[in-house]
């Protein structure tokens, strides 16, 4: 798998993944709530290495992988 597929993946599944906490946590008011601040600091990093990988800067997509990966 490249790793444009690699993090469009990542992108999409922590995507997904913070939809269903937010959902939770909005309806399950029985339950505490779940935090997903890392889910969103995740997404953060795959999104901006993936736009670096786009913009062929190299130098930066790695350091933003190696963060994502940590």
Sequence with gaps: MTIEKR?????RQTEQL????????THRIDA????????????SLATRALAALRA??????????DELVQ
Excluded: A, F
Excluded at 18 to 25: G, L, M, P, Q
């Design 7 to 11: 993090l469009r993946k990542i992108i």
């Design 18 to 25: 913070i939809r269903d906490i937010d959902w939770w946590n």
């Design 32 to 43: 505490p709530p779940i935090d997903c601040e890392s889910d969103r600091v995740r997404l």
């Design 56 to 65: 062929r800067r190299m130098d930066e997509c790695g350091r933003l992988v």
